[in-house]
C-alpha cells in the first residue's frame, strides 16, 4: 500500500489525485491539506480517513475540528500545518498541489524528511530551485513532475542517462487569445480569459495559460528538473496539446510523449513511477486527430514569456519577482480592477525597480515577494 500526503487537496490536481487513488485502491492518503474550501476538505476526510488535516486561515481549522469532531483527526492550520501534513511520518510521498510560494517550506521540511516529491507547485522550483535541487541531490530525493509538460519530457528522458540533450521542446496550446494581437487584447474580459481551450484548472493558472506567463514560469522550472540552460529550452506553441513536449538529443532524434489532455496520467505516472498503471479515459485518437499543427511564440504580443526568460538568464531573485509580481497581478485582474494587459506591465516594472539579490536565501526570497506585493498596493 503506498501512502501519500496531499499540499491543496481541494484544487483542480488535488482533486484528480483523488480520483486515482479512488481507481487505483492501492493508495492510502495519511495527510490533507487545503485553503479555506472546509466543506469539500470534509468530505475528503471522511472518504480518506487521513491523520491529519491542515487548513491555511485558523478560523477554519476551528470550524473543521467542530465538523469533524466525531473521527479520530488532529486538524492543524497556518505554516505550521502545512509543514506538519508535509512531514506525516508514515507518507512515502508529498504531492505538492498548493498554490504559490507557500509551497516552499513544507516542500523542504518533506525532503528534509525524507519524502519523495511529486511536484505541482512549479512557484518552488522557481523562486528557489538554486536551494531545493541541491538539497534533493544531497538527500537523495526524488523529484517528479506532476505538470503535464514537465511529466512529458521527464519521461522522454527515461533510459537516456548516458545521453546529451541537445535541447527542450516545451509545448503550449497558446491559450484563449492565440493569435490575437495587441490592439484585441486591449478590451479583453475575465470571463474570456478563463476558456482555456483544452484544459480544466484553477483560476490562477488559467490566466497565467492566457498571457503565457505560466509557459514562462515553466520555462525556469524545467531549467532546474533538467539541468539545462535558458538557450536549450524552446517554446512551441502546440494548439492541438497531443504533444506534451519532447527532447532533441545531440544526434538530432527528438523524442516526445503524446496523449489526450488528462492530468490525470503525470500525476499518476507520478505516484507510480518507475511503473505505469492501466488509467480510464479516453485514448488518443490520432486518426481522428488528422494533423498536429506547431507556431512560434508571439513574444510580443505576450510579452510575459520574455520576461521570464530575461528573469531565468539574470537569475538571482528577479524569477522571484516575476512570480510575486505576477501572483499579484492576476489577484487584481481576478477582481476586475486591472485591465488585461497590465498583467505583464506590473510584472516589468516590478523587475526594473525591486533590487537584485544575486543569491537569495528562503528569507531573502520571502522577503522580496513581500517587497513586491507592498510595492503593487502602492501603485496599484
Known amino acids: 500500500m503506498k501512502k501519500i500526503a496531499i499540499l491543496g487537496s481541494t484544487g483542480s490536481i488535488g482533486t484528480q489525485t483523488l480520483e486515482i487513488v479512488r481507481e487505483q485502491k492501492d493508495i492510502q492518503v495519511t495527510a490533507l491539506a487545503a485553503g479555506s474550501n472546509i466543506d469539500l476538505l470534509e468530505k475528503q476526510i471522511r472518504e480518506f480517513k487521513p491523520k491529519i488535516a491542515a487548513v491555511w486561515e485558523e478560523e477554519k481549522a476551528k470550524d473543521l475540528k467542530i465538523k469533524t469532531a466525531d473521527l ?6 497556518g505554516m505550521e500545518g502545512l509543514i506538519e501534513v508535509s512531514t506525516e511520518q508514515t507518507a512515502e510521498i508529498l504531492v505538492t ?6 509551497g516552499i517550506r513544507p516542500t523542504i521540511a518533506a525532503m528534509q524528511a525524507g519524502k519523495q516529491i511529486a511536484l505541482a507547485n512549479k512557484e518552488t522550483l522557481v523562486t528557489a530551485g538554486h536551494i531545493i535541487m541541491p538539497l534533493a541531490k544531497e538527500k537523495n530525493i526524488r523529484i517528479l513532475p506532476v505538470d503535464s ?10 533510459g537516456e542517462s548516458e545521453n546529451s540533450v541537445h535541447k527542450i521542446l516545451l509545448t503550449a496550446s497558446g491559450g484563449p487569445f492565440r493569435g490575437k494581437t495587441l490592439e484585441e487584447l486591449k478590451n479583453i474580459r475575465l470571463k474570456d480569459a478563463l476558456k482555456h481551450p483544452n484544459w480544466t484548472m484553477g483560476r490562477k493558472i488559467t490566466i497565467d495559460s492566457s498571457t503565457l506567463v505560466n509557459k514562462g514560469l515553466e520555462v525556469i522550472e524545467a531549467k532546474w528538473l533538467f539541468g539545462v540552460e535558458a538557450d536549450q529550452i524552446e517554446v512551441v506553441v502546440h494548439p492541438q496539446s497531443v504533444i506534451h513536449s519532447a527532447v532533441e538529443f545531440e544526434d538530432g532524434a527528438v523524442i516526445a510523449q503524446l496523449g489526450t489532455p488528462d492530468m490525470r496520467l503525470p500525476i499518476q505516472y507520478a505516484l507510480y513511477y518507475p511503473k505505469r498503471r492501466s488509467l480510464s479515459g479516453k485514448r488518443l485518437d490520432l ?6 499543427t506547431f507556431e512560434k511564440p508571439d513574444s510580443k504580443t505576450f510579452r510575459g514569456l520574455k520576461l521570464a526568460f530575461d528573469a531565468l538568464k539574470k537569475g538571482g531573485n528577479l524569477p522571484t519577482i516575476l512570480n510575486a509580481a505576477n501572483e499579484k497581478a492576476v489577484a487584481l485582474f481576478l477582481e476586475e480592477k486591472i485591465p488585461f494587459l497590465s498583467i505583464p506591465e506590473i510584472i516589468e516594472e516590478c523587475m526594473d525597480k525591486i533590487g537584485f539579490l544575486e543569491n537569495p536565501d528562503i528569507e531573502e526570497i520571502l522577503e522580496t515577494e513581500a517587497e513586491v506585493y507592498q510595492y503593487i498596493e502602492s501603485r496599484w
Not at 72 to 77: A, G, L, T, Y
Open 72 to 77: 479520530d483527526i488532529k486538524i492543524c492550520s
Open 97 to 102: 498541489a498548493i498554490v504559490g510560494m507557500l
Open 149 to 158: 509538460e514537465h511529466s512529458a519530457i521527464f519521461q522522454s528522458l527515461q
Open 287 to 292: 486518426f481522428g486527430l488528422g494533423r498536429l
